[in-house]
T-cell receptor, first 113, second 110 residues
């Protein structure tokens, strides 16, 4: 157990809908990163939040957005869902230093029909 | 060229053998290197981290880093069927913003 939780576990949406995924970071970790993992691929970095501010973004469109709250929880929002958004969404918490280990949550499996 | 490259496999070894997993990366500014194990349908779990050139051993696992060659490897000694999984190499140019390879699938046959 990493101490990082995510909800929901599974989610089915239809194309064009909006979705919010939630993550609760490990206590004391002020950095949360979100990743998208398509089937057969490695996780791809979506963005990172540090002390409630976005701190870097991968190659994802603006319809992917996020929030981080003072209580170590965070959200990933995806608008106008597309079929290709079907993936495992992972959040990972860490301290801010580059050497610090990321601890992954169990993930949310999103299916877009 | 991908930023982090791994042989996709599958890599198959007999029980008790040494499994060797390799990874190359393109960003010379990378500071931290990680190996994760991922079972099907589960999230990645950290096996090893390495920051300096050379070898780092932890139980049956040894990570090797060569920054000049931009190469990192993972050796698994005395492989067990429970080691069968996908192994992900991750590189951190910046804090927490890991770039992952697509993983190598390892099968350990009893």
């Amino acid at each position: 157990e990493t101490g990082v939780t995510q909800s929901p576990t599974h989610l089915i949406k239809t194309r064009g809908q909006q979705v919010t995924l939630r993550c609760s970071s490990q206590s004391g970790h002020n950095t949360v990163s979100w990743y998208q993992q398509a089937l057969g691929q490695g996780p791809q970095f979506i963005f990172q939040y540090y002390r409630e501010e976005e701190n870097g973004r991968g190659n994802f469109p603006p319809r992917f957005s996020g929030l981080q709250f003072p209580n170590y929880s965070s959200e990933l929002n995806v608008n106008a869902l597309e079929l290709d958004d079907s993936a495992l969404y992972l959040c990972a918490s860490s301290e801010s230093d580059a050497r610090d280990t990321q601890y992954f949550g169990p993930g949310t499996r999103l299916t877009v029909l | 060229q991908k930023e982090v490259e791994q042989n996709s496999g599958p890599l198959s070894v007999p029980e008790g053998a040494i499994a060797s997993l390799n990874c190359t990366y393109s960003d010379r500014g990378s500071q931290s290197f990680f190996w994760y194990r991922q079972y099907s349908g589960k999230s990645p779990e950290l096996i090893m981290s390495i920051y300096s050139n050379g070898d780092k051993e932890d139980g049956r696992f040894t990570a090797q880093l060569n920054k000049a060659s931009q190469y990192v490897s993972l050796l698994i000694r005395d492989s067990q069927p429970s080691d069968s999984a996908t192994y992900l190499c991750a590189v951190n140019p910046n804090a927490g913003k890991s770039t992952f390879g697509d993983g190598t699938t390892l099968t350990v046959k009893p």
